[in-house]
């Protein structure tokens, strides 16, 4: 069965690009054409044929032969005109070719990845690549992707192997001093692996939330200018702003850059006593967020006196923040100099820039960039840390007796690093990886 796709943006453009791979590639390719040779690697310009004989368009194709493709499979990328008509027809013009069929979110790159062009961390890279927005997300996502990254990996599992063996070769004999031996020449070795997976874990920290972003929760009572706020940050209507108290009732988003970082901001429901079923439910919904963000702004009316129950929620990743300061009746904040409120106007335009660059200083301070870091994902950290959690079970053991056991401890080890890179079988995390492709990946 043969897959085809639009590779490129779906949209009106100049260009567009539709990608067909597998064994029917170069039999479509020859009909579309109605080339009787097509040579590879070769930009050839074609006008293109349905099937009958009227013409879809004149453009560019390249054969690309296997194994030397994108997918490992025979592929034809053709290049046309990115009209939203003619990228139509033309994928309909190939859904009427036998054993063809339009291409699943991320096959073509779920192909190369079990035809072994890639791995499965290149996968993973590859999709954050893609989706990248900050330069931060573009250099993380290209330095995990590098072959050397890989290395780095099957060099640590191929060491493990390695130890693995001789303890499987002693299982064979039962000289109690050869068992002692293979203990004590492999646990300096053992450590040395153990040592280079925990400093790669600690370099990865922040990794994730260089790919997600960086989480800002904005909390206070009703009516303290939440809504406000986050719509000033974002310079557009995102949050619906009234002055009934408890309008906002679920976590608003908004996304925008900061210093080269994803931030994502939320506006939440007042915190308050409410009778509310929904209201309520809005203020479970901040309780809870506020477990996950990485840095809380607390927003109160200087007009009103500041609830100190909200306030016991303040801890070093928070910022104190005072509005409404254009109106000049106040209740006086006693403990100005513990928390070092931020005093702004939303309405005005006061303070704002002011609250932005301590919203990045804190960012900056709170999350330390690792340029050496290869890790991108959980999943990558869960492996390491439970292959460094079966090594020190392994290094416990120290007798002839428990050598079936260190070598278990081993041979788990050696999968959770096999499962980061694809070693091992994987096909669980397959669906959950390539659903977060476009169609024509």
Same mark, same amino acid.
């Given at each position: 069965? !043969?897959? %085809?796709?639009?590779?490129?943006?779906?949209?009106?453009?100049?260009?567009?690009?539709? &990608?067909?791979?597998?064994?029917? +590639?170069?039999?479509v390719?020859?009909?579309?054409t109605?080339?009787?040779?097509?040579?590879?690697?070769?930009?050839?310009?074609?006008?293109?044929?349905?099937?009958?004989? &009227?013409?879809?368009?004149?453009?560019?194709?390249?054969?690309?032969?296997?194994?030397?493709?994108?997918?490992?499979?025979?592929?034809?990328?053709?290049? @046309?005109h990115? *009209?939203? +008509?003619? @990228?139509?027809?033309?994928?309909?013009?190939?859904?009427?070719?036998?054993?063809? &069929?339009?291409?699943?979110?991320?096959? %073509?790159?779920?192909t190369?990845?079990?035809?072994?062009?890639?791995?499965?961390?290149?996968? $993973?890279?590859?999709?954050?690549?893609?989706? *990248?927005?900050?330069?931060?997300?573009?250099?993380?996502?290209?330095? @995990? /992707?590098?072959?050397?990254?890989t290395?780095?990996?099957?060099?640590?599992?191929?060491?493990?192997?390695?130890?693995?063996?001789?303890?499987? +070769?002693?299982?064979?004999?039962?000289?109690?001093?050869?068992?002692?031996?293979?203990? %004590?020449?492999?646990?300096?070795?053992?450590l040395?692996?153990?040592?280079?997976?925990?400093?790669?874990?600690?370099?990865?920290?922040?990794?994730?939330?260089?790919r997600?972003?960086?989480?800002?929760?904005?909390?206070?009572?009703?009516?303290?200018?939440?809504?406000?706020?986050?719509?000033?940050?974002?310079?557009?209507?995102?949050?619906?702003? !009234?002055?009934?108290?408890?309008?906002?009732r679920?976590?608003?988003?908004?996304?925008? /850059?900061?210093?080269?970082?994803?931030? &994502?901001?939320?506006?939440?429901?007042?915190?308050?006593? *409410?009778?509310?079923?929904?209201?309520?439910?809005?203020?479970?919904?901040?309780?809870?967020?506020?477990?996950?963000?990485?840095?809380?702004?607390?927003?109160?009316?200087?007009?009103?006196?500041?609830?100190?129950?909200?306030?016991k929620?303040?801890?070093?990743?928070?910022?104190?923040?005072?509005?409404?300061?254009? #109106?000049?009746?106040?209740?006086?904040?006693?403990?100005?100099?513990?928390?070092?409120? #931020?005093?702004?106007?939303?309405?005005?335009?006061?303070?704002?820039?002011?609250?932005?660059?301590?919203?990045?200083?804190?960012?900056?301070n709170?999350?330390?960039?690792?340029?050496?870091?290869?890790?991108?994902?959980?999943?990558?950290?869960?492996?390491?840390?439970?292959?460094?959690?079966?090594?020190?079970?392994?290094?416990?053991?120290?007798?002839?007796?428990?050598?079936d056991?260190?070598? $278990?401890?081993?041979?788990? +080890?050696?999968?959770?690093?096999?499962?980061?890179?694809?070693?091992?079988?994987?096909?669980?995390?397959?669906?959950?990886?390539?659903?977060? %492709?476009?169609?024509?990946?």
């Amino acid at each position: 069965m !043969s897959i %085809f796709a639009l590779a490129t943006a779906p949209g009106i453009s100049g260009l567009a690009v539709i &990608r067909v791979s597998g064994k029917e +590639a170069l039999k479509v390719a020859k009909t579309i054409t109605k080339f009787k040779k097509i040579k590879a690697r070769i930009a050839n310009f074609s006008t293109f044929y349905d099937s009958k004989n &009227r013409i879809i368009d004149k453009g560019i194709f390249i054969f690309f032969p296997k194994p030397n493709s994108y997918t490992g499979d025979d592929v034809v990328e053709f290049h @046309v005109h990115g *009209s939203n +008509a003619v @990228v139509k027809y033309f994928l309909e013009v190939l859904s009427k070719f036998k054993n063809c &069929r339009l291409a699943k979110p991320g096959e %073509f790159t779920k192909t190369a990845l079990l035809n072994k062009k890639i791995n499965l961390l290149q996968a $993973e890279s590859l999709i954050d690549l893609i989706n *990248s927005e900050t330069e931060l997300q573009r250099t993380q996502a290209l330095r @995990v /992707m590098n072959d050397d990254t890989t290395k780095v990996y099957n060099n640590l599992r191929t060491d493990l192997i390695k130890i693995l063996a001789d303890y499987e +070769a002693v299982i064979d004999f039962s000289d109690d001093e050869v068992g002692d031996s293979v203990f %004590f020449n492999n646990r300096d070795k053992l450590l040395k692996i153990n040592d280079k997976i925990r400093e790669i874990i600690q370099r990865s920290q922040n990794s994730e939330k260089i790919r997600e972003g960086f989480k800002v929760s904005i909390i206070g009572p009703t009516n303290s200018g939440k809504s406000s706020l986050i719509n000033c940050l974002a310079k557009r209507p995102v949050s619906i702003v !009234s002055n009934i108290p408890g309008t906002t009732r679920d976590l608003i988003e908004a996304s925008i /850059m900061l210093d080269g970082k994803l931030v &994502r901001f939320f506006d939440t429901a007042g915190l308050r006593r *409410s009778k509310n079923l929904i209201e309520k439910k809005g203020i479970s919904l901040t309780t809870e967020n506020l477990k996950i963000s990485d840095l809380k702004l607390f927003l109160f009316d200087h007009t009103q006196k500041i609830d100190k129950k909200i306030l016991k929620l303040f801890d070093q990743k928070s910022i104190l923040v005072l509005n409404k300061v254009d #109106i000049k009746t106040s209740k006086k904040f006693s403990d100005n100099k513990i928390y070092k409120p #931020i005093k702004i106007s939303v309405k005005k335009n006061i303070g704002i820039s002011k609250l932005i660059d301590e919203i990045s200083k804190k960012i900056a301070n709170h999350f330390k960039v690792n340029e050496d870091n290869i890790i991108s994902r959980q999943r990558h950290v869960k492996s390491l840390e439970n292959a460094v959690f079966f090594i020190e079970k392994c290094l416990k053991k120290n007798s002839i007796n428990q050598i079936d056991l260190a070598a $278990e401890d081993l041979r788990l +080890a050696v999968r959770n690093l096999g499962e980061i890179v694809g070693f091992v079988n994987v096909e669980e995390l397959l669906d959950k990886i390539f659903k977060d %492709f476009c169609i024509g990946k």
